[in-house]
């Protein structure tokens, strides 16, 4: 009986799960990641670099972000957990709906983190700084105060 419940819940998570997109072996050297915009959501200044999957789709995606320093993303939320791990570089995350509190963590080079999925949070970068992040599509970014969201700016 345990085995049929469990063979049960193994066939449902499976049913589940996104589809595999594709069956190649993918290896990327350090040097070869290819920069170019960052996503419209993020304020001007960051790169990006898709290693995986795509964004737009309910699929896996794993994205390299560039910030210089200085960079500041003001507080927002995601749909998804992403999960993050900071390449290179260093700056502070804040949970919170307003920037400045003292729910503040540091970030340094191999920091790992999954923040959960709509949890207001904040990030500042004091040196050049690259993220690896990796959450299933479609990729969304809210910024608590609609004002701050890049897209919403005159062009």
Known sequence: M???????????????APAQQDARHIIM????????????ALPAGAKSALLYGDPAKPELFVMRAWFPKGYRIPPHTHARAEVVTVISGSGVLGFGKVGGGRNTHRLTTGT????P?????????????ILQLSTIGPWTLTYVNPADDPRNKAH
């Open 112 to 115: 790992f983190m999954v923040t």
């Open 117 to 129: 999925p709509d949890t207001p949070h904040y990030v500042t970068f004091d040196r050049d700084t």
């Open 29 to 40: 050297a350090p040097g070869a990641t290819k920069w170019g915009p960052a996503p419209a």
């Open 2 to 16: 345990i085995k049929r419940i469990v063979a049960t819940a193994c066939l449902a998570l499976c049913a589940a």
